[in-house]
């Protein structure tokens, strides 16, 4: 079975600070996939990025960054120089190779202070 | 950008009345699903449908719940009787070629059980 494990439930900083949203996952799988997807107040789901498990590269997209760490089963995403517009609820996933089925965690709701 | 439409955006109905929810998929994709959202709670799946038939349900898609691809756009989930707990937000997604490159999610639903 797989789990995913989002531990900070809510974070607030002041805008412009960075961020680092923490994903801890469990999977027996030696093949699968990673995700993150943002929730803004508007309440759909978002795709930001996709990781298969082996591909350890650390990924940075404008603001956004996400660091891969098989040998801690993490994936965290860090926002750098946070914006209003970050609000929303942050959510991982994990998808195991064969398997339709998405795992989220709980999500992480952050909270952009302007 | 191509997206994933459903409708209606908010549907209120009474317990153990049917409801049907609709979704258009993007229209090369092959790979539909369902999954909900109880109030401030994770996303859960539903079910995962390819090729004219279900290919992973959950624990929750019991009896009461059924899927359909009547034409070439919509795919619509059927509830048969709700019942309170069946109040949450529904999402529908697409994927071009399945859940390891991510998916594309629709707006949400809101059923609420009245």
């Known amino acids: 079975a797989q789990k995913v494990t989002q531990a900070q439930t809510e974070i607030s900083v002041v805008e412009k600070e960075d961020v680092t949203l923490d994903c801890v996952y469990e999977?027996?799988?030696?093949?699968?996939?990673l995700f993150w997807y943002k929730q803004p107040p508007s309440g759909e789901l978002v795709f930001l990025i996709r990781?298969?498990?082996?591909?350890?590269q650390n990924e940075i997209s404008g603001r956004y960054s996400w660091n891969f760490q098989k040998s801690t089963s993490s994936f965290n995403f860090t926002i750098t120089a946070s914006q209003v517009v970050d609000s929303a609820v942050y959510f991982c996933?994990?998808?195991?190779?064969?398997?339709?089925?998405?795992?989220f965690g709980t999500g992480t709701r952050l909270t952009i202070i302007p | 950008e191509p997206e994933v439409t459903q409708t209606p955006s908010h549907q209120v109905t009474q317990m153990g009345q049917e409801v049907i929810l609709r979704c258009v998929p993007i229209?090369?994709?092959?790979?539909f699903y369902w999954y909900r959202q109880i109030l401030g709670q994770k996303v859960e799946f539903l079910v995962s449908?390819?090729?004219?038939?279900?290919?992973?349900k959950s624990e929750i898609f019991d009896d009461q719940f059924s899927v359909e691809r009547p034409d070439g756009s919509n795919f619509t989930l059927k509830i048969r009787s709700t019942k309170l707990e069946d109040s949450a937000m529904y999402f529908c997604?697409?994927?071009?070629?399945?859940?390891?490159?991510?998916?594309?999610f629709g707006s949400g639903t809101r059923l609420t059980v009245v």
């Open positions: 229209s090369n994709h092959l790979y």
């Open positions: 449908f390819y090729n004219n038939e279900i290919s992973e």
């Open positions: 990781r298969n498990s082996f591909d350890e």
């Open positions: 997604a697409s994927s071009e070629q399945g859940a390891r490159y991510g998916y594309t």
């Open positions: 999977t027996r799988d030696t093949t699968y996939y």
């Open positions: 996933a994990l998808s195991p190779f064969g398997n339709e089925k998405l795992t």
